[in-house]
């Protein structure tokens, strides 16, 4: 069960961070990801972490997102600074108990669980 939160309205150049706690595992032991969805626009990917703690990013929000967990409270974050009107959209994270997020996408499949989303609306 994933819940996200933290979603909101930032002025370009602002910062939000979302939240997504995790219930019913330990997210330390799967991969998880952010990942996002505007009007018409196909779903796509932001940042990941994989079960061995190494994190990759999406070029459109590399230098300017970080994703990170706390095992402590078994939640995900995402940390996004120096927003721009193109990222808003939709925001969702999702888990999957294979070990990678590349792994999950070169088999061409979605990650397992999802959680509801949280709107991300950034003004110029």
């Known amino acids: 069960h994933l819940v996200e939160s933290g979603g909101g309205s930032a002025q370009s150049g602002g910062s939000l961070r979302l939240s997504c706690a995790v219930s019913?595992?330990?997210?330390?032991?799967?991969?998880m990801g952010w990942f996002r969805q505007s009007p018409g626009k196909e779903r796509e990917g932001v940042a990941y972490?994989?079960?061995?703690?190494?994190?990759r990013y999406e070029d459109s929000v590399k230098g300017r997102f970080t994703i990170s967990q706390d095992n402590s409270q078994n939640t995900l974050f995402l940390q996004m600074n120096s927003l721009k009107p193109e990222d808003t959209a939709m925001y969702y994270c999702?888990?999957?108990?294979?070990?990678?997020?590349?792994?999950?996408?070169?088999?061409?499949?979605?990650?397992?669980?999802w959680g509801q989303g949280t709107q991300v609306t950034v003004s110029s």
């Open positions: 999702a888990a999957d108990p294979r070990p990678s997020m590349s792994t999950v996408r070169a088999l061409g499949v979605n990650p397992l669980w």
């Open positions: 019913g595992y330990t997210a330390s032991r799967y991969c």
């Open positions: 972490i994989d079960d061995d703690g190494s994190t």
